[in-house]
């Protein structure tokens, strides 16, 4: 437990903030008709694209069985390596994958996991996600399409998607394609409404009868159909929930929406009381996509007073003019932290932090946050790496960001010896469509603070 109370303190990120592509009205004529849209404007700026093709190694793996024996809900692999950028090149980074599942295996062999896909390279870092579908408890033995949710570094801000495939046994090529960066334009807006109808594709929940504690793993399945269209698709959602007695539930969920001539890949966090009902109003970040919707941002709004079964997708287009960069610069301080929820052992841990955020210099409050992270702790030639996968929601005035981190560093090593770096994958409001970093540097170990450093793309 040691670790996560350790790692939680000191808890840094890293966000994310890039531009959206000009869908338009042709992305809802698509929908309703079956007909893509020209791609005249996407077309035009192909050729400014960048490729990066690299090459993952795996060295180590490990399955978490959270529920049942057989596969089920929120059964999580961690799995470590290094990168090359050759087939026959030298190590030149090391590449995390964290995988939770999604729909369990029911007889088919297969199981439909939210995967994560890190890159660690000498300039920068590049993040990717994914629903994927994997044999059963095993790597994956096909290709996969994964949305890139931004980077940092030369690669703060990247969007686009990047093509996952096997080679050898425990061999895999992992091409990039990067889009050209492009801001984006609030008031540039395609709107989307769809219909849907899901049913529970399976859940487990794990107690930790030490703390008190327990994580909740739940997905849902189903299908929608568009204005106008008779044509349904379909999508799954994902939650994770880390509870304790009389305290607040913090939830993290990831879906993912099979459309026409693409997918989008939606994620947020929510903190409430256990057993009161939900927001009257949730807003949900688009975090990208693939095919039509590679690049793509915006929101996803449900209405639960109005009807629970109607979102309302928000895709930002391009604006004319080029963007700048904001920064934004916080003292955080942790105000609650829940105990860990032990899943294996000493293998895989899941938390919750929650924060306030004041203007440096001042106690002048900005805003609150909420952090989760899970935590994997494998050992390496006889050091144990301390392997994280976090999601972090900052609530300032205006709206919200929503980040992704990954973090690894050897136990010995104190964690507040380095700057943490967390990718900004979206938001709401006014930080609809944000992309970027923030930078989260440990502050005075007596009172828990963390200076938080947040650089968006315009």
């Known amino acids: 437990m040691t670790i996560w109370m350790n790692r939680a303190v000191s808890a840094t990120s890293r966000l994310r903030r890039a531009a959206l592509p000009a869908l338009a009205a042709a992305v809802l004529a698509s929908l309703t008709t079956g007909v893509a849209p020209a791609m005249a404007d996407t077309a035009a700026t192909n050729a400014s694209n960048r490729t990066l093709e690299t090459f993952l190694s795996f060295k180590t793996r490990s399955v978490t069985n959270v529920g049942p024996a057989k596969s089920s809900v929120g059964d999580t692999t961690f799995a470590t390596g290094s990168v090359r950028l050759d087939a026959a090149g030298t190590e030149v980074g090391t590449f995390t994958t964290r995988a939770v599942v999604v729909v369990p295996d029911t007889g088919s062999g297969r199981e439909l996991r939210d995967t994560q896909v890190t890159v660690r390279l000498p ?108 044509r349904p698709w379909n999508g799954y959602r994902q939650a994770i929930s880390v509870s304790i007695p009389g305290g607040p539930v913090t939830s993290q969920w990831t879906a993912t929406y099979s459309l026409r001539g693409g997918t989008l890949l ?6 409430g009381n256990g057993g009161v009902r939900e927001p009257s109003v949730i807003t949900h970040e688009v975090l990208g996509g693939t095919g039509l919707y590679a690049g793509a941002r915006g929101t996803v709004t449900i209405d639960n007073a109005a009807d629970p079964a109607s979102l309302t997708v928000r895709l930002l ?18 105000v609650a932290r829940k105990p860990v929820v032990s899943l294996d052992g000493d293998l895989v841990y899941v938390g919750s932090v929650s924060n306030t955020y004041s203007t440096v210099g001042s106690q002048d409050p900005a805003g ?41 560093r050897p136990i ?47």
Request: with cysteine; glycine share 14%; charged share 15%.
């Open 266 to 271: 939606i994620g947020s966090m929510q903190q």
């Open 412 to 458: 010995s090593i104190a964690s507040d010896l380095a700057t943490e770096w967390m990718v900004v994958t979206g938001g709401t409001g006014d930080y609809a469509g944000a992309v970027g970093t923030v930078a989260i540097d440990r502050g005075d170990p007596a009172d828990g603070a963390q200076f938080v450093r947040i650089r968006l793309l315009n």
């Open 368 to 408: 609150t946050g909420i952090l989760m992270t899970t935590c994997y702790a494998p050992d390496e030639a006889g050091v144990t790496v301390l392997y994280e996968s976090s999601r972090r929601r900052i609530d300032l005035a205006g709206g919200s960001l929503l980040g992704v981190s990954t973090f690894s």
């Open 123 to 230: 300039e920068g870092m590049l993040l990717t996600e994914a629903f994927t579908s994997e044999p059963t408890a095993t790597p994956p033995d096909r290709p996969n399409t994964l949305v890139i949710l931004g980077g940092t570094g030369p690669y703060s801000g990247a969007r686009g998607t990047a093509v996952i495939r096997p080679v050898s046994p425990g061999e895999y090529s992992f091409t990039f394609e990067l889009l050209p960066a492009v801001a984006v334009d609030p008031d540039n807006v395609s709107i989307i409404r769809l219909t849907q109808t899901s049913a529970e594709a399976g859940s487990v929940t794990v107690p930790d009868a030490d703390q008190g504690t327990s994580v909740s793993y739940a997905a849902l399945g189903g299908t929608a159909s568009g204005q106008g269209s008779a």
């Open 317 to 334: 287009g391009s604006a004319d003019t080029a963007g700048g960069v904001s920064r934004l610069r916080y003292k955080s301080t942790d």
